[in-house]
Nanobody, 121 residues
Framework: VQLQASGGGLVQSGGSLRLSCAAS????????MGWFRQAPGKDREFVAS????????YYVDTVKGRFTISRDNAKNTVYLQMNSLKPDDTAVYYC???????????????WGQGTQVTVSS
């Protein structure tokens, strides 16, 4: 699976962004999909994931109520809607695909290239 993330940018605190990740290659609908982020000097952190059938979603506590993950299997795309952004959300955001329930970086089978999100105060 090849993953191409987009939608990052510079936004003021309280603003919104929507990240997209387009997949190609193997059957997208068979994979659980997720988003991770990595801030400078920090480890890559789980943000959110969604099961292949859209039934289950998971979020890190710090984004619950602000971020929403979704997917469109017909378009081979997963989205991350980010609202009420904070400076602490500043990071490179990576999309990921996994044949397992996706909660940790070690469970990832495929990574996208990352997109920068910068939130100014």
């Amino acid at each position: 699976v090849q993953l191409q993330a987009s939608g990052g940018g510079l936004v003021q605190s309280g603003g919104s962004l929507r990240l997209s990740c387009a997949a190609s290659g193997r059957t997208f609908s068979a994979y659980n999909m997720g988003w991770f982020r990595q801030a400078p000097g920090k480890d890559r952190e789980f943000v959110a994931s969604i099961s292949w059938n859209k039934i289950d979603t998971y979020y890190v506590d710090t984004v619950k109520g602000r971020f929403t993950i979704s997917r469109d299997n017909a378009k081979n795309t997963v989205y991350l809607q980010m609202n009420s952004l904070k400076p602490d959300d500043t990071a490179v955001y990576y999309c990921a695909a996994s044949s397992q329930i996706l909660l940790r970086a070690a469970e990832t089978d495929y990574w996208g290239q990352g997109t920068q999100v910068t939130v100014s105060s």
